[in-house]
């Protein structure tokens, strides 16, 4: 196996900044396009989930076909696998704790007034989760605060979780450093010492590029909905969206930490990356099963292309998944 990073970062840097710096600005771009939906897009409920479902399955398919076997590979035939899987366990419970104490993950769609709902507000109650006209928490328009509620409770969902704008900048901050390392360290294995590695990363760069727009819209809709609103909500989204790059350099940082172990810290690195997407596809994906009982061969074909899409990116990848022979 080809070792890029045994004595420098040089080569790293040379071969793939001018590709991350592509990445991370039409991230960036995305960001911003995503922040600026509720000011001129009506947004349904179903194109939303049909959105949300197809990128869940991108980002499922980038995590278990590409970002955990690249893992894998980098550390080698004679690496303990426990590495692997436990920083995989670490993804996957940091991103987990970043949703349950910041509730900011909030797929929704904003009705006219600037609330989450498609026009139906989000003050589900018990005769609506009964009719089956409310899914009795606000994960009816993915908002992964999970609300969920007995049928006896007829408070207004809001309750459940107090959703701040403050709250949600800092959960999805967090989330897009933890992605601009997934993208840093899947650009980084799949160059592998290629100068013209031209599609490095690409899988990761997808689906961070779809998924972004999501959690801007989260935060432009709180924004909306506070005491800050434009010019200072298109400020603060644009700072939020600069994260990524953030991501992109601490993972630079570690890299230069590690000399003589950049192999294990690029493993480990790619392993906590598909922790961290497995999670937000399963936080995306589970609610559906109890609370999604409409539309449900449209959100499935979602799914199955998001996942297609990342198969399909595995035919133009720069390196493969075979590990070296002992």
Not at 127 to 154: F, K, L
Not at 175 to 192: F, K, P, Q, R, T
Request: negative net charge; contains cysteine; proline residues 4%.
């Amino acid at each position: 196996m080809v070792q890029p990073f045994a004595f420098s970062l040089k080569p790293f840097l040379v071969t793939v900044a001018p590709l991350l710096a592509l990445y991370c600005a039409l991230i960036f771009v995305a960001s911003l396009l995503g922040g600026m939906i509720p000011l001129v897009v009506r947004l349904t409920h179903k194109r939303m989930e049909m959105a949300v479902s197809f990128v869940a399955g991108l980002m499922l398919g980038v995590g278990a076909l590409h970002l955990l076997p690249h893992a894998i590979v980098e550390l080698g035939a004679t690496g303990k696998l426990d590495y692997i899987m436990w920083s995989l366990m670490g993804g996957f419970l940091a991103m987990f704790f970043v949703e349950r104490f910041f509730c900011y993950h909030h797929h929704d769609a904003p009705d006219e007034d600037g609330e989450q709902g498609s026009g139906i507000g989000v003050q589900g109650t018990a005769s609506d989760v009964a009719a089956g006209t409310r899914c009795g928490h606000d994960h009816h328009h993915h908002d992964h605060a999970h609300g969920h509620r007995r049928a006896d409770e007829d408070a207004p969902i809001h309750g459940d979780h107090a959703m701040t704008w403050t709250g949600a900048a800092i959960g999805m901050t967090l989330h897009s450093v933890l992605d601009g390392v997934a993208l840093a360290a899947s650009v980084a294995a799949e160059a592998d010492g290629h100068r013209h590695a031209a599609l490095a990363g690409f899988g990761t760069f997808l689906v961070v590029f779809c998924h972004k727009p999501f959690d801007s819209l989260t935060l432009g809709t709180l924004l909306a909905r506070g005491p800050r609103r434009s010019p200072a909500s298109h400020f603060i989204n644009a700072l939020f969206s600069l994260a990524v790059v953030g991501g992109v350099l601490l993972f630079q940082a570690g890299l230069a930490g590690t000399p003589g172990q950049h192999d294990a810290f690029l493993a480990c690195s790619l392993a906590f990356a598909a922790g961290t997407f497995l999670c937000i596809a399963m936080s995306d994906l589970l609610p559906e099963l109890q609370f999604h009982h409409h539309d449900r061969i449209q959100l499935s074909l979602a799914l199955l292309a998001g996942l297609a899409i990342a198969w399909l990116i595995g035919f133009f990848e720069t390196s493969g998944h075979q590990l070296p022979p002992t």
